[in-house]
């Protein structure tokens, strides 16, 4: 503070004389440059806090070419992303990795799936985190076409090698579901994928036909949303009128799910028990609420930031993340045996 009493906002300098280090040293130490030392670093952001030093972002980015920004993108379409309220899955992933991002000084620019193809190549980012890519996904090729680092959440199948990941446990959480709806009484369950290659579908495509139980397999286009779940679901019963279990992977398709089955009659979960993938606002508002899984979307998010960052520091050592293990959260739409916790 400067005696007249009106603030003085602190400068390099002033962190530099209380930590004892050069000005340079603070650079490095505040924006993840060079090598110093860990002890030395924890000193300058602590005195650096103490001070209220923010440093001026336009001047560090003149100088280091960094926009301290990191974009999140998708190739899913909206319909599957977040439904007509934007609310779901990307959103969750987005608020999460904003939020952490902010803790290591970085800013977060969430590209609209819809347009994320298009639009990832024009915003002025240090990187990407690409949520579920397709085998062959339009945006991860636009990002390697920038040569912009990237890091993803959720396998990329066929990805070239050097693309860390953080690991959403595809084929098990496929597992988990579906020995909960044997576990239940399922004689006969079908599983409703997704028809793209995204890992959580072809995981659990695999882990489904591998296990020991041969489910019924049935995919649906992800444009079509909750219609194309209602027409996947309609179609399995036509074919499989035993089905007594479904494990739909896609929440949206889920809700069309349950429109298919009151359409026939079919009641939940005495006549079938309807199972979902993710534990977002469509499994907690369906009539009955749709037992799913805790994803743990929230330590994916700040794993993939951190991944990121590790690249852009080059550090190219961790190829990838796990979350914990999936949780299965039950509700009344799949338990005939036993009363939700």
């Given at each position: 503070m400067s005696s007249s009493g009106s603030a003085r906002?602190?400068?390099?300098?002033?962190?530099?004389?209380a930590a004892g280090v050069s000005r340079t040293t603070v650079s490095h130490a505040l924006n993840g440059l060079g090598k110093v030392d860990p002890n030395t670093r924890d000193r300058v952001k602590r005195v650096a806090s103490e001070l209220g030093y923010r440093p001026n972002l336009r001047a560090q980015r003149l100088r280091t070419g960094q926009a301290r920004t990191i974009a999140l993108a998708s190739s899913m379409p909206l319909a599957v992303a977040g439904g007509p309220s934007r609310l779901g899955f990307y959103m969750e992933v987005a608020a999460a990795a904003a939020e952490y991002a902010l803790t290591q000084d970085y800013s977060l620019v969430l590209v609209p799936p819809s347009r994320s193809a298009s639009d990832v190549g024009s915003v002025d980012v240090d990187g990407a985190i690409l949520v579920e890519p397709e085998q062959d996904d339009p945006v991860a090729a636009q990002l390697h076409e920038r040569g912009?680092?990237?890091?993803?959440?959720?396998?990329?199948?066929?990805?070239?090698?050097?693309?860390?990941?953080?690991d959403l446990h595809g084929g098990a959480v496929a597992e988990l579901l579906l020995a909960h709806l044997r576990e239940q009484g399922a004689r006969h369950p079908a599983l409703i994928t997704g028809s793209g290659t995204r890992h959580s579908y072809v995981d659990s495509r695999s882990r489904a036909t591998d296990g020991g139980h041969a489910e019924t397999l049935t995919t649906?286009?992800?444009?079509?949303?909750?219609?194309?779940?209602?027409?996947?679901?309609?179609q399995l019963l036509d074919r499989h009128p035993e089905t007594d279990a479904v494990c739909v992977l896609v929440d949206a398709f889920?809700?069309?799910?349950?429109?298919?089955?009151?359409d026939r009659g079919l009641r939940v979960p005495s006549d079938v028990m309807v199972a979902t993938r993710y534990n977002g606002i469509r499994a907690q508002t369906c009539d009955p609420?749709?037992?799913?899984?805790?994803?743990?979307?929230?330590?994916?998010?700040?794993?993939?930031?951190?991944?990121?960052?590790?690249?852009?520091?080059?550090?190219?050592?961790?190829?990838?993340?796990?979350?914990?293990?999936?949780?299965?959260?039950?509700?009344?739409?799949?338990?005939?045996?036993?009363?939700?916790?």
């Open positions: 906002r602190p400068t390099i300098g002033d962190v530099a004389t912009l680092p990237f890091v993803t959440i959720g396998r990329q199948i066929g990805a070239p090698p050097g693309i860390p990941y953080v649906a286009a992800e444009s079509g949303g909750e219609q194309a779940g209602y027409e996947a679901c309609s889920a809700v069309g799910a349950m429109r298919a089955l009151a609420p749709l037992t799913a899984v805790d994803l743990h979307l929230d330590v994916a998010a700040a794993e993939a930031v951190e991944l990121l960052l590790a690249r852009l520091r080059g550090e190219d050592d961790a190829a990838a993340a796990e979350t914990p293990p999936p949780r299965l959260v039950p509700r009344a739409s799949s338990l005939r045996l036993t009363s939700p916790a």
